[in-house]
């Protein structure tokens, strides 16, 4: 990807640093107290008018923009830059009210009704129009107000929303369909109609998977979540044409959620829409938090190209939305943010500026905290943007890549999930996390990527659960591994293409050449049956009795238990100087340690950090900037790499510049 087009203003290049303000939930005397306190943490953005619609528009094509004209000259005034939303992310109650069927539907067909946000049909022709006479007049509005840097377009798209299967969403899915396969005997074949008289002969047939009496088609399954991310892709791009129309130099972002389980959007495929790539991040609670939290930071820079990318939201405390939401410990404000800088975010944002008194969302925690400005947490975010403000030489700077790379893929996330499989336990995301935790427990930097990216620079690609593989990517992983790459890959990989169809002639279909081995049957495991390893480990979820096909393949670990005992768990295949390894159940990231290990030593990728610091330290680089960032609750002595400090504090950073 060329660079990106980033945020619209003069100046030296610096770290951005705010949140999402609305002025409009507090009497206007607040706003004078707000900026003070901006100014005093730091804060040199925020993102305006998101769920502002209702205000801006209070009856139909009536606008009352005197307010936000307000806040945009006093946020200027005190040099704060805007991020400014189009404010079309939640409907006002006035245009729901004439027009109900803007409102999605669930696949029981029960309506989704207002009262809480995001309540529109990605696909609605109404919802559109009126979204777009509010960007239209907001871009002509603030076209050229000084304070607007870029555009913020509605808010998480698909947060809520998603999966709508209202008729709308019918007839648009019928439309892609159509595009995608020409014909209904393409389509017919595509989805295996042939199975349990699916067989369609009239497009108007074709329906979103509404409640079936059991398992919907598989194939219309998966094309349905392709069609629901392009559905709302393409309403990106629709409020995207409109700004770039009227503000073509003012660069257009919308906020990806790129955490946890949301995964209704690929990412990968929208983050070339965006001038530049924008995210939302929460912690979770669980071993594995801050884990995931680099994961997704790491995964966001790889969507992004490698380049600086904008940390839209994030939380400085406590979230409100989780069963028990529990605060930050002292230093994981600081860590959790320097986390997402250190895999490449130029901007760390908040939601939101100060915390609500009323609304369901009082409890999530803000820079300004309902205690006020004589707070710890205030002081922590004064803290905050005065060390971003320190690093300002670092703005621009692109992540440093690493030598190996887990290869991340929303269709294989998609298809792999699906109902009616060996298992219903398989959870991608959580595989290719357990890959990660391995990872820095070694102490290897290791890239997240989507296929996209330029694979053949790795000297070691994992690639975990990749179910779907189409022809050319089987060609594209074959040359990899021939050219030298280390290819890894797990259970249900290779089992499918593009329409969700099994290769045949056993599995892993499409990889079974490259690695070496054929199976005939999946062996899943019960909820409380493990599978022992010769190295050690055990696996849990999934086993495979893999029959070795090629003399040279190399048994890294066997099973001992079962009716498994005495097959090959764990293999690879050396072809050249690459190999094609499987391994053919779930480690967990502590038995995946070993295994990763090994691999690693035969590729010839080690760990950049001292061995007593290994799994302690997450290293992260870019460029001259190194990033040490504390893991564990203790100090760490970190003499040996050269920091000012020789001591870490406990859940620290040092940024270490060469
Ligand atoms: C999302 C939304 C915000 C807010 C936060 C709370 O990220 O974009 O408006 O609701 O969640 O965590």
């Not at 906020?255 to 001038?275: I, L, P, Q, R, S």
């Not at 190399?554 to 690459?578: F, M, N, S, W």
Request: hydrophobic share 40%.
């Amino acid at each position: 990807m060329s660079s990106p087009r980033w945020l619209r203003r003069a100046g030296a290049p610096r770290l951005e640093f705010g949140a999402d303000y609305n002025p409009d939930q507090w009497p206007r005397a607040v706003w004078d107290s707000d900026v003070r306190h901006m100014r005093e943490a730091g804060v040199t953005i925020v993102s305006l008018a998101i769920f502002s619609w209702a205000k801006l528009e209070p009856a139909p094509g009536e606008y009352d923009f005197a307010w936000l004209d307000d806040a945009m000259d006093l946020l200027h005034a005190n040099g704060i830059s805007v991020d400014l939303a189009t404010a079309t992310a939640s409907p006002p109650p006035w245009l729901t009210a004439a027009h109900p069927e803007i409102l999605p539907v669930d696949r029981l067909g029960h309506i989704i009704w207002p009262g809480g946000r995001q309540q529109w049909r990605p696909t609605s022709p109404i919802f559109r129009e009126h979204a777009l006479r509010l960007v239209e007049a907001m871009a002509t509005r603030y076209a050229s107000h000084p304070a607007l840097v870029a555009w913020h377009v509605s808010n998480e798209l698909g947060c809520h929303n998603v999966y709508d299967y209202s008729d709308d969403a019918a007839r648009a899915f019928r439309e892609w369909l159509r595009d995608r396969y020409v014909t209904l005997d393409e389509l017919n074949d595509a989805w295996g109609t042939a199975f349990w008289a699916q067989r369609y002969t009239a497009w108007d047939e074709v329906i979103p998977p509404r409640l079936a009496a059991t398992h919907p088609n598989p194939g219309q399954q998966l094309d349905f979540k392709r069609f629901s991310s392009d559905a709302l892709k393409d309403y990106l791009r629709a409020e995207r044409a409109v700004l770039r129309s009227l503000t073509p130099e003012v660069p257009v972002t919308t906020n990806f959620m790129v955490m946890g389980e949301t995964k209704g959007m690929d990412y990968a495929d929208w983050a070339t829409e965006v001038d530049f790539v924008s995210n939302d991040h929460y912690r979770l609670p669980g071993p594995q938090s801050l884990d995931e939290l680099s994961f997704s930071a790491n995964l966001t820079g790889n969507l992004a190209g490698g380049q600086p990318w904008f940390l839209m939201e994030h939380s400085t405390s406590a979230v409100n939305w989780q069963p028990v939401n529990k605060a930050k410990k002292a230093g994981e404000l600081a860590r959790d943010s320097l986390t997402h800088v250190a895999h490449g975010a130029d901007a760390v944002c908040f939601f939101q500026w100060r915390q609500s008194k009323a609304g369901a969302e009082k409890y999530h925690s803000a820079m300004l905290p309902h205690a006020g400005a004589d707070s710890d947490l205030f002081r922590s975010v004064a803290a905050l943007g005065a060390q971003l403000a320190s690093l300002a030489d670092l703005a621009g700077t692109p992540r440093t890549r690493a030598r190996a790379a887990i290869v991340f893929d929303w269709t294989s996330w998609w298809a792999s999930e699906l109902d009616s499989h060996p298992t219903d336990r398989l959870r991608y995301r959580q595989e290719a996390l357990d890959w990660y935790t391995a990872f820095l427990n070694l102490g290897v930097r290791v890239d997240v990527v989507p296929p996209s990216a330029p694979l053949e620079e790795y000297d070691v690609l994992i690639a975990p659960i990749l179910h779907v593989v189409p022809a050319e990517l089987a060609k594209r992983l074959d040359a990899y591994v021939t050219a030298g790459g280390h290819l890894v890959t797990t259970y249900f990989s290779g089992i499918v293409d593009e329409r969700d169809h099994v290769w045949l002639g056993g599995y892993p279909g499409a990889l079974r050449d490259l690695l070496g081995i054929r199976i005939e049957e999946f062996a899943p495991l019960l909820d409380d049956e493990t599978a022992t390893l010769s190295n050690g480990t055990t696996g849990s979820l999934w086993t495979d009795r893999i029959d070795l096909a090629d003399e040279s393949v190399e048994v890294l670990a066997a099973y001992e238990t079962g009716e498994l005992a005495g097959h090959a768990a764990v293999t690879r295949r050396p072809v050249g100087d690459g190999s094609a390894a499987y391994v053919s159940t779930r480690l967990g990231p502590d038995g995946l340690a070993p295994v990763l290990g090994t691999l690693l030593e035969r590729a010839g990728v080690g760990s950049e950090l001292p061995s007593d610091l290994r799994g302690r330290v997450e290293l992260a680089q870019r460029g001259d900037f190194r990033f040490v960032l504390n893991r564990t609750d203790e100090p760490i002595d970190i003499t040996e790499l050269g920091a000012a400090e020789p001591t870490l504090a406990a859940r620290g950073v040092a940024v270490i510049r060469a």
